[in-house]
Nanobody, 122 residues
Framework: QVQLVESGGVSVQAGGSLRLSCVDSGVRYAIYCQGWFRQAPGKEREGLAEFNYDGQTTYAESTKGRFTISKDKVKRTLYLEMTNLNSDETGTYIC????????????????WGQGTQVTVSS
């Protein structure tokens, strides 16, 4: 089965930076898309960034210029580098994988990790 394990979440002061990692295993899809999402209490899950099978990346407006999604194919690791974090970006950061194509509406078919907690203090 597909498994995703996130790591790297910590408590950081506003303005700080973090690098999250997501290691996958058991993936058998020919082509697929990956993404990072944030779940905060009382809010809907928010898509932050996507990395598709051809390397195209897509970012939420709130993350543009500050977040970078990338991957190491050999290590089977998806990364999310975040800079200049705001306190309202506190939440559980979750990675996901889904057969291509990427896009709104397809993530209901995804496999999700357990998430890693990021706390941004003001």
């Amino acid at each position: 089965q597909v498994q995703l394990v996130e790591s790297g979440g910590v408590s950081v002061q506003a303005g700080g930076s973090l690098r999250l990692s997501c290691v996958d295993s058991g993936v058998r899809y020919a082509i697929y898309c990956q993404g990072w999402f944030r779940q905060a209490p009382g809010k809907e899950r928010e898509g932050l960034a996507e990395f598709n099978y051809d390397g195209q990346t897509t970012y939420a407006e709130s993350t543009k210029g500050r977040f970078t999604i990338s991957k190491d194919k050999v290590k089977r690791t998806l990364y999310l580098e975040m800079t200049n974090l705001n306190s309202d970006e506190t939440g559980t950061y979750i990675c996901a994988i889904v057969p291509a194509p990427c896009g709104e509406g397809v993530w209901k078919y995804a496999t999700w990790g357990q998430g890693t907690q990021v706390t941004v203090s003001s």
